[in-house]
């Protein structure tokens, strides 16, 4: 079996780095996971796993565009018959203080 492991993304980090403040940035952070989606069809895994961290902070600071970015490269995953599961992480961030988890 193959598989990609993959996490620590923090979508919604660093916002500053970006030249329009938050949209560069999240555009950047959607990139690279459609860059690791990619190479994952690529090599033909058998499955996918996000090993949490997907979201930077708190519950309160994730908005539906941070979703937007983390949801929209993965369903290549799905398309491509590759299944994944996605595991919250620690307590401070992917909205592991929520109780339903986005992931």
């Keep these: 079996m193959k ?3 993959f996490g620590d993304l923090h979508i919604g980090a660093g916002p500053e780095y970006g030249v329009e403040p938050g949209i560069d940035r999240l555009r950047d952070q959607q990139a690279l996971l459609s860059v ?3 190479e994952a069809i690529a090599r033909e895994v058998d499955a996918g ?3 949490g961290d997907a979201f930077e902070g708190p519950a309160e600071r994730t908005y539906p ?3 937007e970015a983390f949801r929209d ?3 290549d995953l799905q398309l491509a ?7 919250t ?4 961030h992917d909205c592991a203080i929520r109780d339903v988890k986005a992931p």
């Excluded at 018959?81 to 595991?87: C, E, L, M, R, S």
């Design 49 to 51: 796993i996000v090993a």
């Design 81 to 87: 018959g590759i299944p994944f599961v996605a595991i």
């Design 73 to 75: 490269p993965l369903r």
């Design 3 to 5: 598989a990609l492991a």
């Design 36 to 38: 690791i989606v990619d």
């Design 65 to 67: 565009e941070h979703y």
């Design 89 to 92: 992480g620690n307590g401070r």
